[in-house]
Structure formats: C-alpha cells, structure tokens
C-alpha cells in the first residue's frame, strides 16, 4: 500500500517540477531547441562556431566577419522577434542594444574591416551602407577600414558593434557674435606659399568631409568661418577654434589686409606710389573698407585695421593722453627761444582720415599708430621748435594767436601729402622760465592795478549816480507834493483874484455910493465946522484982545498940561540959592512968574510944590 502511495506521489511531482523548471528556464528550454528571441530594442550579433556542410567553411585572410556563411562572426545581425534553427552548439547569439545618439551629440564610427586606405588619406571614404547599419553593404561597396569620415547625426540605429564602434561626443555648437575657425585634417596638401585652404563648396559647412575632400579642399587651415549654430562635423576630420567677430566700432572704418585669395593687382594706378590696393578677394590691402558693424572674419586668413573717421585728438602734453591711447608717447614739446631761453609748451592736434583714403594710410602706415609717429610728432615737434627759435620769448607767447594760426596752416598742408586733413592746430599750456616769467607777472600785476583803478573810479561814479538817484527818488514825494501845492496856490490864487476882483468892484460901488453920501455929509459938517471954527476963532480973538499974544500962548500952554495930569512942579525941589530971578529957573517958575508978574489969572488952579531947603554944598 505504502509503495502504490509513493508511486502515485513521485507521479505527480515530477510532472509539476519539470512544468515549474520550464518556466523558470523557458529561454534556456528555447535555447536547446534552437529558438532565439530578439527584443523589440535590441539586435542579436551571430558568431557562427563551424559548418557541416558546403563549400566555405572559412572566412579569406584578413576578413573580419563572414558574408557567405563561413564560420565566424557573421555581417548579418538577428533584427527584433523569433528566429529558429539557431542551435546553440551550432551559433553563438549575443544580444546588443540599440545605438542611440541624442540629440547635440554626434556618432564617431571606426570600422575594423574593410578595404585599406589610399592616397593619402587619413579618415576612410563614406559609402552606402545605411549609416552603418549593414556591414555586408559596406564592405561590398569598398568599405575602407579604420576611422571613418562620416559621422551619425542623432537617431537610433541597429549597428553590429561587433564590426563598427561608436564613439558618442558633443556635436559643435558656436554661440552668437562668434565664429569658427576650422582645421581640417585630410584633404589635398596646401600649395606653396599659401597658409589656408580656398573655399569650396557643397561640403554642408564640413559636416559632409566626403564631399569636402572630393571637391577639392585643402588639409589645414581653411578660409572658410562657420557662424552661431549647432554642425554635426566629425571631430576626428575637422578641429573648430572659436573667436570672437570682428568689429568695426562707430566713426570708423575696418582697412581689410587678405593674406590669401588670388594674386592682387594694384587699382590705385601711377599716382599713389607707396603701395598697392586690390580688390576684395585678393591678396592685399583691400581698397574698399569695411563700414561699421561686425564680420565674421578669419583672424588668421585676413587682418581688419581699423581706421577712426571721425576727428582724432592728439596731445603733446607729458601724462595727458585720450582714450584711443595713439598719443600715449606722446609728451610736451620743449622749445628754445631766439634769446636763449628754453620753455615747455603743450600742443594738441586735431586730424581726420576720410573713408576713401583710410586703405591708402594704412598701406604706407601700416597702422595710424605709425602715422602718429612717423609723421606726426615729427612734424608737429619741428614746426614749433623752428617757430621759437626765429622769436624771443616774450614775442613768442604774446603772439600765441598768431603763432596758432600759422601752425594750422603749415600742418595742413604737410599733412595733405599723406592722406590726412589737419583740422585744426591748438597751443596749450606754455611755461616760460621763471625769470621771464616773474617779469611778465610783475607787468600784468601792474597793468591788473591800473584797470582796478579804473573799475573802482568807475565804481565810485556809479555810486555817486546812485546816491544822487537815491536821493532824487527819496524826495520825489515831497517834489510831487510841492508841485501839486504850486497848482494848487495858483488855482487859489486865480480864485482870490477873482474874488479880489469882484469884492474890488463890489467895494468901488459901495464906496462910490459912500463917496456921494460922505458929500453930502462933509459939506454939512464942513458948513456945521466952519460956523464952530468961526465963533471960537471970533472968542480966542477977543481973549487975545484982553490979553497980549504971548500971555495968551503961555496960558493955553499949561492949560493943556493940567488937561493930561502933567506935574508941573516936582515934589522936592533943590534950590541952588540965589538965582537972579529969585526962582530956581526952571520952565515953570519961569512961566508962573511971568503970569504972577503980569497979574494974570489963571482958568485952572495950580498948586505949587513943596519946596526942599536948599541943599548945601
């Protein structure tokens, strides 16, 4: 019983085991029956180990793979899927996958078959063999072994590297405002003399160096620049150097000096005798120049000068210099005197180069730094140390103006013969020795004193016009008011008149009238005094009568007195004892006397004095 159970067990575990073993192992169980399985990204490389049956059962001395079915690695590789019939003691089956190359990358692809290279050749010639995905085809079409000349652009392709290996690297990218300076490594030998290949065509900017070499390029370096971009050229063929472009800066003009192209041929004619100029394309100095921007030119092919256009500033002054940097050595001119004596003077130099004769200036010059010293400061030095030499000192800086002028004329006209046009001509600073100079200062100083002199003479005057203004201003007020007083009087004036004139007319009336009535009046009163007058005169005469003339006279006299309260006799009287009249002489004794003498009487009582005793001596 125990047997039959075991047998029933071992009956079922063997079949199970075998089922779990196959599929664990179903490629190696494939394997065995000669079936190979090929990813869908993948290629099988087929190295055949003998053959059985047939006529080539070795490969021919020095093949590297088989392409009738000898034994040994085989040119046809297994494409993705089932193939059978593959014995594995038969075939050995080595699965690759893909080659991809991404993009900004390039495929370098060495073969290790194929026919020699001739001719010279370095890099082997491109055939058809569809990117190098068939073997058979390339090595039927003349593939040459070794490194090969074209290259694999980005893609996938299914290449036996068995046969061919690739070597991924960086494709060429040249950025903005530069160029590449290519070299090439295969291609015809240069010609004497010549130190770059010619420009041919039709090579796609060398990532074609099949068709560069058959078009007759040049192995070495090449005229032809390659600009801003990404070029799937082959490392290994062509090496690229990248530069900056060429710029021609604004109020200049590039002077192009080729150094290969076609021999020149001078287009200037008889009258320029100093060099030649050819046209663009040939060896050279180019007569057309380059306007400002920039170029992508070949630093080592040709030489771009640039010429400044616009007016260039030199200065002769020792530490000054522009930002060109043409006058750098350049420093202040020293200069003697006709008397002797020797002092500095600072010069700068105005220039222009026009366009059209910039190529000419550089092919006498070779730069406008050789003209600055081959011409210029010469010229320039010269003039002015021959200028002091026939003044004096003092002469010379008085006539600095004149001295200016003179040396703009002659420079002009030196200049002309070069192709330069002398703008103007300045003298800068000028030191005099000190002696000379201390006399100068002491003149100036005194002529400086005499014109503030002047200038405080005229100050003073245009004070003394100011004050007086002031003045006339400050009682101009008081000017207007007496002005306006003076109408107005002789509007009161007017007035008065008038009414002078009226009240004069109205008062010649009245008084007119008065005048008739005062007439008639006075001749009443006149008639009214006479008759008074003519009875006192009849009284006084017959008082008269009774009395003479002068008793009459003497009696009105002190009657008058005594009516305005006149003292006739003082209070005290001083007697100075014996007078002959008995009195002591005076008016009134003298009056009283004669009336008491006469026994008159008198209308009005007198009353003597008191009489003072007599004062003794």
Same mark, same amino acid.
């Given at each position: 019983?125990?047997?039959?159970?075991?047998?029933?067990?071992?009956?079922?575990?063997?079949?199970?085991?075998?089922?779990?073993?196959?599929?664990?192992?179903?490629?190696?169980?494939?394997?065995?029956?000669?079936?190979?399985?090929?990813?869908?990204?993948?290629?099988?490389?087929?190295? +055949?180990?003998?053959?059985?049956?047939?006529?080539?059962?070795?490969?021919?001395? =020095?093949?590297?793979?088989?392409?009738?079915?000898?034994?040994?690695?085989?040119?046809?590789?297994?494409?993705?899927?089932?193939?059978?019939?593959?014995?594995?003691?038969?075939?050995?089956?080595?699965? +690759?996958?893909?080659?991809?190359?991404?993009?900004?990358?390039? =495929?370098?692809?060495?073969?290790?078959?194929?026919?020699?290279?001739?001719?010279?050749?370095?890099?082997?010639?491109?055939?058809?063999?569809?990117?190098?995905?068939?073997?058979?085809?390339?090595?039927?079409?003349?593939?040459?072994?070794?490194?090969?000349?074209?290259?694999?652009?980005?893609?996938?392709?299914?290449?036996?590297?068995?046969?061919?290996?690739?070597?991924?690297?960086?494709?060429?990218?040249?950025?903005?405002?530069?160029?590449?300076?290519?070299?090439?490594?295969?291609?015809?030998?240069?010609?004497?003399?010549?130190?770059?290949?010619?420009?041919?065509?039709?090579?796609? /900017?060398?990532?074609?160096?099949?068709?560069?070499?058959?078009?007759?390029?040049?192995?070495? &370096?090449?005229?032809?620049?390659?600009?801003?971009?990404?070029?799937?050229?082959?490392?290994?063929?062509?090496?690229?150097?990248?530069?900056?472009?060429?710029?021609?800066?604004?109020?200049?003009?590039?002077?192009?000096?080729?150094?290969?192209?076609?021999?020149?041929?001078?287009?200037?004619?008889?009258?320029?005798?100093?060099?030649?100029?050819?046209?663009?394309?040939?060896?050279?100095?180019?007569?057309?120049?380059?306007?400002?921007?920039?170029?992508?030119?070949?630093?080592?092919?040709?030489?771009?000068?640039? %010429?400044?256009?616009?007016?260039?500033?030199?200065?002769?002054?020792?530490?000054?210099?522009?930002?060109?940097?043409?006058?750098?050595?350049?420093?202040?001119?020293?200069?003697?005197?006709?008397?002797?004596?020797?002092?500095?003077?600072?010069?700068?130099?105005?220039?222009?180069?026009?366009?059209?004769?910039?190529?000419?200036?550089? %092919?006498?010059?070779?730069?406008?730094?050789? &003209?600055?010293?081959?011409?210029?400061?010469?010229?320039?030095?010269?003039?002015?140390?021959?200028?002091?030499?026939?003044?004096?000192?003092?002469?010379?800086?008085?006539?600095?103006?004149?001295?200016?002028?003179?040396?703009?004329?002659?420079?002009?006209?030196?200049?002309?013969?070069?192709?330069?046009?002398? %703008?103007?001509?300045?003298?800068?600073?000028?030191?005099?020795?000190?002696?000379?100079?201390?006399?100068?200062?002491? /003149?100036?100083?005194?002529?400086?004193?005499?014109?503030?002199?002047?200038?405080?003479?005229?100050?003073?005057?245009?004070?003394?016009?100011?004050?007086?203004?002031?003045?006339?201003?400050?009682?101009?007020?008081? %000017?207007?008011?007496?002005?306006?007083?003076?109408?107005?009087?002789?509007?009161?004036?007017?007035?008065?008149?008038?009414?002078?004139?009226?009240?004069?007319?109205?008062?010649?009336?009245?008084?007119?009238?008065?005048?008739?009535?005062?007439?008639?009046? =006075?001749?009443?009163?006149? =008639?009214?005094?006479?008759?008074?007058?003519?009875?006192?005169?009849?009284?006084?005469?017959?008082?008269?009568?009774?009395?003479?003339?002068?008793?009459?006279? &003497?009696?009105?006299?002190?009657?008058?007195?005594?009516?305005?309260?006149?003292?006739?006799?003082?209070?005290?009287?001083?007697?100075?004892?014996?007078?002959?009249?008995?009195?002591?002489?005076?008016?009134?004794?003298?009056?009283?006397?004669?009336?008491?003498?006469?026994?008159?009487? &008198?209308?009005?009582?007198?009353?003597?004095?008191?009489?003072?005793?007599?004062?003794?001596?």
């Amino acid at each position: 019983m125990s047997t039959i159970m075991s047998g029933a067990v071992l009956a079922w575990v063997i079949p199970i085991a075998v089922l779990i073993l196959v599929i664990l192992c179903w490629k190696l169980v494939l394997r065995i029956f000669g079936v190979i399985i090929i990813p869908d990204d993948s290629i099988g490389i087929v190295n +055949k180990k003998f053959v059985l049956f047939g006529k080539n059962k070795t490969m021919p001395d =020095g093949a590297v793979v088989a392409l009738q079915g000898e034994a040994g690695l085989q040119a046809e590789t297994l494409a993705p899927g089932i193939h059978f019939l593959f014995w594995p003691w038969q075939y050995e089956i080595r699965v +690759k996958q893909f080659i991809t190359i991404p993009e900004g990358k390039v =495929g370098v692809v060495e073969a290790r078959g194929g026919k020699s290279m001739t001719g010279g050749r370095v890099f082997a010639k491109a055939v058809d063999c569809d990117s190098f995905q068939d073997v058979k085809l390339f090595l039927q079409n003349g593939g040459e072994g070794g490194p090969q000349i074209a290259v694999l652009p980005p893609k996938t392709y299914r290449i036996n590297t068995e046969f061919f290996s690739i070597k991924i690297v960086d494709a060429l990218s040249i950025p903005e405002n530069m160029v590449g300076i290519v070299t090439t490594r295969d291609g015809k030998a240069l010609e004497t003399g010549e130190i770059a290949g010619r420009q041919v065509e039709g090579h796609n /900017r060398f990532q074609d160096g099949e068709k560069f070499i058959e078009n007759g390029g040049y192995k070495g &370096l090449q005229e032809q620049v390659l600009l801003a971009g990404v070029y799937y050229i082959n490392p290994l063929f062509a090496t690229v150097e990248m530069v900056e472009m060429t710029i021609v800066p604004i109020a200049h003009v590039g002077v192009v000096i080729a150094y290969v192209g076609e021999p020149g041929v001078d287009v200037t004619g008889d009258s320029f005798k100093h060099g030649d100029l050819v046209k663009k394309g040939q060896k050279g100095v180019c007569v057309e120049p380059l306007d400002p921007g920039k170029y992508p030119i070949n630093p080592y092919t040709h030489k771009v000068e640039c %010429v400044p256009t616009a007016n260039v500033v030199l200065n002769w002054a020792t530490g000054k210099t522009e930002a060109h940097k043409l006058d750098a050595n350049l420093c202040t001119i020293t200069v003697r005197s006709l008397d002797g004596f020797t002092f500095n003077l600072d010069v700068a130099q105005i220039i222009h180069i026009p366009r059209k004769d910039a190529p000419k200036v550089i %092919v006498r010059f070779g730069n406008v730094g050789n &003209l600055v010293t081959q011409v210029l400061e010469p010229t320039i030095g010269n003039y002015f140390r021959n200028a002091a030499q026939g003044s004096d000192a003092i002469e010379f800086l008085k006539g600095r103006v004149t001295r200016q002028s003179d040396a703009k004329n002659c420079i002009s006209a030196a200049l002309q013969d070069y192709n330069v046009v002398a %703008v103007d001509t300045l003298i800068g600073d000028i030191t005099p020795p000190k002696e000379l100079m201390k006399t100068l200062t002491d /003149r100036k100083i005194a002529e400086q004193e005499q014109v503030t002199f002047a200038t405080q003479e005229t100050a003073q005057n245009a004070r003394k016009k100011l004050q007086q203004a002031t003045a006339q201003a400050d009682t101009q007020a008081s %000017v207007v008011t007496a002005e306006r007083s003076v109408e107005i009087a002789k509007f009161s004036a007017s007035a008065a008149i008038e009414k002078a004139t009226g009240e004069a007319q109205s008062k010649t009336i009245n008084a007119t009238a008065d005048a008739n009535v005062l007439t008639v009046v =006075g001749n009443a009163e006149a =008639g009214k005094i006479k008759a008074i007058g003519t009875s006192e005169a009849n009284v006084i005469e017959q008082k008269i009568k009774s009395m003479d003339a002068d008793n009459y006279a &003497l009696v009105q006299i002190a009657k008058s007195l005594a009516e305005n309260h006149v003292q006739l006799v003082p209070q005290i009287m001083v007697s100075g004892g014996g007078a002959a009249t008995g009195g002591d002489g005076t008016l009134v004794n003298v009056l009283l006397a004669q009336l008491v003498g006469k026994g008159l009487k &008198l209308d009005t009582e007198v009353k003597p004095a008191a009489v003072a005793p007599a004062a003794t001596a």
